[in-house]
């Protein structure tokens, strides 16, 4: 009997251990590295004009829709993380209608750090409309972001696509680390 309840309390520690872990969010910053936009095959409809700024290298710089961004239009993006001398694909890539990326990717995993910006957020950010947006002084928290990149050294390739025609995007590199507390 006794050892029974033992077992039984060593499984219930062992199961609020593991919920515990579940939980904790990993505390992430960005070093952006390099920002190189992408121009369209045919024409630019988005341009990425932006450029990294002093010693913290913060993104600076305008987007430039030159047309509404709606779901006849696609953003593809993915992850890639450099190890072992080389750049291995992580498991987020998507392809998805712009609204359905702007609900899912920009809402979740950037829009919190466009905290001086004119950039639509939450129902607003679809379509995308035609303007220019401005973001200053951008440095990412990451927090959410262990799912699908790496610690160490990043890239992100984000494209605008029609018919698999590119029509703007950019490459980025940039190392993730842990926050300082």
Same mark, same amino acid.
């Given at each position: ?7 039984? /309390? ?11 872990? $579940?939980?904790?969010?990993?505390? =992430? ?11 369209g ?6 341009? /990425? ?11 600076? $710089? ?6 509404? /961004? ?62 220019? =947006? ?13 799912? =699908? ?8 390739e ?8 590119t ?7 940039? /190392? ?6």
């Amino acid at each position: 009997m006794r050892n029974e309840m033992s077992l039984k /309390f060593l499984k219930s520690l062992l199961f609020l251990a593991i919920a515990i872990v $579940g939980f904790v969010r990993a505390m =992430y910053d960005v070093r952006i590295e390099t920002f190189t936009k992408i121009k369209g095959d045919i024409e630019t409809l988005m341009e /990425f004009n932006l450029r990294l700024i002093g010693r913290q290298h913060l993104l600076n $710089g305008t987007i430039v829709n030159h047309v509404d /961004f709606d779901d006849t239009f696609e953003i593809f993006s993915h992850v890639e993380s450099f190890v072992n001398g080389e750049w291995k694909a992580s498991p987020m890539a998507v392809r998805l209608k712009v609204c359905a990326f702007m609900d899912r990717i920009y809402g979740k995993y950037w829009e919190s750090s466009l905290k001086d910006s004119n950039m639509p957020i939450g129902k607003e950010a679809c379509p995308f409309k035609k303007g220019e =947006y401005h973001i200053k002084n951008v440095e990412f928290h990451a927090d959410n972001w262990a799912t =699908y990149a790496k610690r160490g050294q990043n890239m992100i390739e984000l494209r605008i696509l029609k018919n698999n025609i590119t029509y703007g995007g950019f490459v980025s590199t940039g /190392f993730l680390i842990d926050r300082n507390i």
